[in-house]
T-cell receptor, first 114, second 110 residues
């Protein structure tokens, strides 16, 4: 079972470059989300989606865009990378946002912005 | 803004010792989850507690949700090296979104 798949696992960017972090899930989950993890700060929600065509902002959305054209995919776009976006990014999905269900995480994408 | 604060942030103990990790907030949460994360991997759910005062046990791990649903604790009995990892609490707030604490890094030495 693949679960939540993130690509790439590692990426180095220069300031100002753009890129897309890919996330795909094969569990037919309606809820998908992106978090960033920084030392001592836990996981902070960037953007989330409660279904295809529906997205919303989390705690730290600035500098990131998302779209949800299919149930399976939820890419995260960095428009103009900045050193402050150096972090580990996690995509997570669950059956529903409103039920107390398990959040399934991908293995993470480690991004360094020089 | 609903916040969750975990303590301690770092814990290094010897195999066989007991420990408790705390997760506190001034806000009420409808449910609270504990996740464990190992290096290079994403967090994995350990438990969900939903009722004030609820206690759940998972082998040597005991989880408790505060009576007022504002805090939770994780107690590990006779810790083993395999318990090493980052422990995260997460609360489901009034918007439905999951809010995470900053995590507790546990190292259990053989």
């Amino acid at each position: 079972n693949a679960g939540v798949t993130q690509t790439p696992k590692f990426q180095v960017l220069k300031t100002g470059q753009s890129m897309t972090l890919q996330c795909a899930q094969d569990m037919n989950h309606e809820y998908m989300s992106w978090y960033r993890q920084d030392p001592g700060m836990g996981l902070r929600l960037i953007h989330y989606s409660v279904g295809a065509g529906i997205t919303d902002q989390g705690e730290v959305p600035n500098g990131y865009n998302v779209s949800r054209s299919t149930t399976e995919d939820f890419p995260l776009r960095l428009l103009s990378a900045a050193p402050s976006q150096t972090s580990v990014y996690f995509c997570a999905s669950s059956y529903s946002v409103w039920r107390r269900v398990e959040l399934f995480f991908g293995e993470g994408s480690r991004l360094t912005v020089l | 803004t609903q916040l969750l604060e975990q303590s301690p942030q770092f814990l290094s103990i010897q195999e066989g010792e007991n420990l408790t990790v705390y997760c506190n907030s001034s806000s009420v949460f409808s449910s609270l989850q504990w996740y464990r994360q190992e290096p290079g991997e994403g967090p994995v759910l350990l438990v969900t507690v939903v009722t004030g005062g609820e206690v759940k046990k998972l082998k040597r791990l005991t989880f408790q949700f505060g009576d007022a649903r504002k805090d939770s604790s994780l107690h590990i009995t006779a810790a083993q090296p395999g318990d090493t990892g980052l422990y995260l609490c997460a609360g489901r707030g009034n918007t439905g979104k999951l809010i995470f604490g900053q995590g507790t890094t546990l190292q259990v030495k053989p």
